[in-house]
T-cell receptor
Framework: AQSVTQPDIHITVSEGASLELRCNYS??????LFWYVQSPGQGLQLLLK??????LVQGIKGFEAEFKRSQSSFNLRKPSVHWSDAAEYFC????????????FGRGTSLIVHP | DAGVIQSPRHEVTEMGQEVTLRCKPI?????LFWYRQTMMRGLELLIY????????DSGMPEDRFSAKMPNASFSTLKIQPSEPRDSAVYFC??????????????FGDGTRLSIL
């Protein structure tokens, strides 16, 4: 069965600084990978997804993520963080041949200082 | 383009009362999922449906919880009787069975449930 680890429970950055949120997965074959964002009082919104092809994927709100098979990672990045990016971020993995339920990480809370 | 719609957004009720949460998935989506989110346990899958049929309810915590999907555009999650430990945010999500998009879930804004 696949698993997802988000090593950082909280990340604090200053507005305008760059951001990288870490995600590691465990799965034997090529996984399907996702990043979701949850703003306070709202549901999870899909930021971006990786199925195949180019390992650098672009998402909404200026986010991007890079799939690195050798490191079993799918880290989320943004070059310049805005105060409105403060939210909870979830990494998720789906596995072809398994159930149709993605496995979610425990989330990373992003705090943005002015 | 309407997303997943959940109602009510907030529910406060007393222990022992019946609670019904509602969900309207995105039109054309044939998978529907119910999740519960708490600080302690994170996001937990309770049950999911495919073409209105329950596929896996192993995440339902106990017999007090039940879920139905009478048609493709409506689902309910019912708790009877409710207990304070059921307090959480309940999310509904839907997806389309065209692999690999099936893993790409669309979430509603959730129902924040407080049992006093």
């Amino acid at each position: 069965a696949q698993s997802v680890t988000q090593p950082d429970i909280h990340i604090t950055v200053s507005e305008g600084a760059s951001l990288e949120l870490r995600c590691n997965y465990s799965y034997g074959a090529t996984p399907y990978l996702f990043w979701y964002v949850q703003s306070p009082g709202q549901g999870l919104q899909l930021l971006l997804k990786y199925f195949s092809g180019d390992t650098l994927v672009q998402g909404i709100k200026g986010f991007e993520a890079e799939f690195k098979r050798s490191q079993s990672s799918f880290n989320l990045r943004k070059p310049s963080v805005h105060w409105s990016d403060a939210a909870e971020y979830f990494c998720a993995v789906g596995a072809s041949g398994g159930s149709y339920i993605p496995t979610f990480g425990r989330g990373t809370s992003l705090i943005v200082h002015p | 383009d309407a997303g997943v719609i959940q109602s009510p957004r907030h529910e406060v009720t007393e222990m022992g009362q019946e609670v019904t949460l509602r969900c309207k998935p995105i039109s054309g989506h044939d998978y529907l999922f119910w999740y519960r989110q708490t600080m302690m346990r994170g996001l937990e899958l309770l049950i999911y449906f495919n073409n209105n049929v329950p596929i896996d309810d192993s995440g339902m915590p106990e017999d007090r919880f039940s879920a139905k999907m009478p048609n493709a555009s409506f689902s309910t999650l019912k708790i009877q009787p409710s207990e304070p430990r059921d307090s959480a945010v309940y999310f509904c999500a839907s997806s389309f069975s065209d692999s690999p998009e099936i893993w790409s879930q669309h979430f509603g804004d959730g129902t924040r449930l407080s049992i006093l």
